[in-house]
């Protein structure tokens, strides 16, 4: 049930009420742009849609309401570093949060959906997973939820950069809390992306708050060059305190953090493929100011609160400009100058759709997958096994000829078409199945003459959940060795003995994934081919835009702007464009052919991309076009006027060069 409303004081009360909420709790006494706006429409009960830019305060216009409304401000939020981060910095300034996520046992979320349930908290933040679980059902209709906020909404839509599936299934949940007015927040939300949030999340006719994506205080520069390190060194020497580098796989992240030690640069690495307690060393050193750079992939960075960092890196080509945008957005914070840098050369295309063609496999090669991990599991045709496959990825490769990420791609494709749920290996979860019912082991319990293990057997009972009756579930083995008072060791033999008594079925931690048929095995899973083709067109698609910003000729501020919708002046006077950063092209006698046959296609109307043929024995390469096209553009032959579209036109003094041409 929706907390219940009061009848709404006048607006201006409400905004001084707001007000003062921001001073006691967070020290300001004037909003951020955009931020009254969101928080006037969550206390009218409105549905809204805010996109600030990175480091504009997205979270207070959701953490303010909930401190002046009565009911639980429900967060759903997609990463376990982020939720924490905010609680610990809410209760700080004295505001009762609490988090849900995966480091909590079953009594100790149990414990807090209850204490949500009798308005304990002001707010508290889910994934959006929880909200499928059977504790949310069980729960939605009596918590007092009055605000339901989404944040990094980005991740509802099939357009952005960090989709989430399971974001797609809020409404469902919002209309199980009683529909309770929505806040999607983002910073990185061109118009599809804005259309996706609001059509996925079902806002209804929510208040658009979009206060901008300029960040003024960054200087844009791009670098086409292969003399990365050289360029590297001169922007770490030539710009103090912290930063980042992003590159585009994990190798390439441990290359360049060792690159940069050896400069004399304390330097650390950050990726997925690291444990969970080195990534928040690494995290923690970096925001101490103990490490001063960090090189990382795109797993590193959302929810960070860094507010000095000067400078932002990227040595590969991203995978959109809307990545590129939240990632370079971390960079200067405090407002103070700072400088978002991109390095590339003409291979890192090559790489960056290797990488599609990875992520993306075709639907063929999903039921190639699917048909391995079945046939490495030894399911037969029309069978559904029992028990979860122990599937090795590696296995998976090498059956295939597959690559890694293109063997990882398929089985989430698959997970997300309802073929298997999978679980990835952890340390600390085993999984089991009794192979009794409960009165049956209750029984042979009482019938126990070794008292120990017979302790050691209601002590499983109490920890794993009753659905492993029926089911396979998750045994946590941390929980089990506080109940239990025994070492890791003793507890494995200990379940090994109940299995070979025929007490459970059970799989220890291992390094093979789990994965657990929905249905009998087919002879191929029906994929829809098309949503698979059209998810490669997208990332194709960002792609095209990442290159057209790193080759275009103009105002690196004026691209990024129009490419979010929005007014952009012609020149900023401040990226490298404009401030003449690169050596003009050497232009020879020999280039005038090439240079009549530009003009003579921008005045037919041609795009940039129609003005040669690569299969032409007399085409320049690639990064020779590039080169003659700045020059045209520097001397003032051609004009851009549409950076996004790559559309030129003449300038009368281009005009008079063609007519003198005949």
């Not at 480091?55 to 982020?82: F, R, T």
Request: net charge positive; glycine share 8%; with cysteine.
């Amino acid at each position: 049930m929706t907390a219940s409303r009061a009848p709404a004081p006048p607006a201006d009360e409400r905004a001084d009420e707001a007000r003062e909420a921001l001073r006691r709790h967070w020290g300001h006494d004037s909003f951020r742009p955009g931020q009254r706006e969101a928080i006037g429409a969550a206390l009218a009960g409105e549905d809204a849609l805010v996109v600030l830019p990175t480091g504009g305060g997205k979270s207070v216009c959701y953490q303010v309401p909930a401190l002046l409304e009565d009911g639980l401000a429900l967060v759903v939020s997609p990463l376990i570093a982020l939720m924490h981060d905010q609680v610990a910095a809410l209760k700080a300034r004295g505001v009762s949060a609490a988090f849900i996520d995966s480091t909590l046992s079953r009594r100790a979320v149990d414990q807090r959906w209850t204490d949500a349930e009798h308005g304990r908290f002001d707010l508290l933040y889910v994934a959006p997973e929880r909200l499928q679980s059977e504790l949310f059902e069980a729960r939605a209709g009596r918590l007092p939820v009055g605000l339901l906020a989404v944040d990094e909404a980005h991740c509802v839509s099939t357009w952005g950069h960090h989709f989430r599936p399971d974001y797609r299934k809020i409404p469902e949940a919002r209309a199980a809390l009683g529909d309770p007015p929505t806040m999607a927040v983002t910073a990185t939300a061109p118009p599809e992306v804005r259309r996706d949030i609001a059509e996925g999340l079902a806002l209804r006719d929510p208040k658009k708050v979009i206060t901008g994506f300029d960040r003024p205080n960054l200087v844009w520069s791009v670098f086409r060059t292969e003399e990365k390190r050289r360029r590297m060194k001169a922007l770490v020497n030539g710009v103090d305190g912290s930063g980042l580098v992003y590159a585009s796989t994990r190798r390439r992240t441990e290359t360049w953090a060792a690159w940069l030690d050896e400069q004399g640069v304390a330097a650390d690495y950050y990726h997925a493929g690291r444990d969970a307690e080195e990534r928040a060393a690494v995290q923690a050193d970096w925001q101490a100011g103990e490490t001063r750079v960090v090189a990382a992939t795109n797993a590193f960075g959302m929810g960070i609160d860094k507010a000095d960092v000067r400078f932002v890196a990227h040595v590969d080509l991203p995978a959109s400009l809307e990545a590129y945008y939240q990632q370079a957005g971390r960079a200067g914070r405090d407002g103070k100058r700072a400088y978002a840098v991109l390095l590339c050369q003409p291979s890192d295309a090559q790489t960056r759709r290797a990488l599609i063609d990875s992520a993306h496999p075709t639907g063929r090669e999903v039921n190639r997958v699917y048909t391995a991990v079945c046939n490495l599991g030894q399911v037969p045709l029309g069978s559904r096994p029992e028990a979860p496959l122990a599937v090795k990825p590696e296995a998976v490769r090498r059956l295939t000829g597959f690559s890694r990420g293109k063997v990882r791609s398929a089985i989430d494709l698959l997970e997300r078409a309802g073929a298997w749920a999978k679980r990835t290996p952890h340390p600390r979860f085993g999984l089991l199945r009794f192979e009794h019912a409960a009165d049956a082991i209750r029984r042979r319990l009482a019938a126990m003459e070794n008292r120990a293990l017979a302790a050691f057997t209601r002590a499983l009972l109490r920890t794993v959940h009753a659905e492993a009756f029926a089911r396979w579930r998750d045994v946590d083995l941390r929980l089990l060795e506080q109940r239990t008072g025994l070492e890791r060791p003793r507890l494995l033999r200990g379940l090994a003995f109940l299995e070979e008594q025929g007490v459970v079925r059970w799989h220890p931690p291992g390094q093979a994934m789990e994965i657990e048929l929905a249905a009998p095995r087919a002879r191929e899973f029906p994929v829809d081919h098309e949503t698979v083709r059209r998810a490669r067109r997208r990332a194709e698609r960002r792609l095209r835009d990442v290159e057209r910003y790193a080759r275009s000729l103009g105002c690196r501020r004026r691209y990024l702007l129009a490419h979010f919708g929005e007014a952009h002046p012609p020149r900023c006077g401040r990226c490298d464009v404009c401030l003449g950063r690169h050596e003009p092209p050497v232009v020879t006698g020999s280039d005038e052919p090439a240079l009549r046959r530009v003009l003579r296609a921008v005045e037919d109307g041609r795009p940039r991309s129609a003005w040669f043929a690569d299969d032409e024995d007399d085409a320049p390469p690639a990064p020779r076009r590039d080169a003659l096209c700045a020059w045209l553009a520097r001397k003032g032959y051609l004009r851009l006027d549409d950076p996004l579209e790559e559309r030129f036109a003449l300038t009368d003094k281009g005009e008079r060069f063609l007519k003198r041409q005949g």
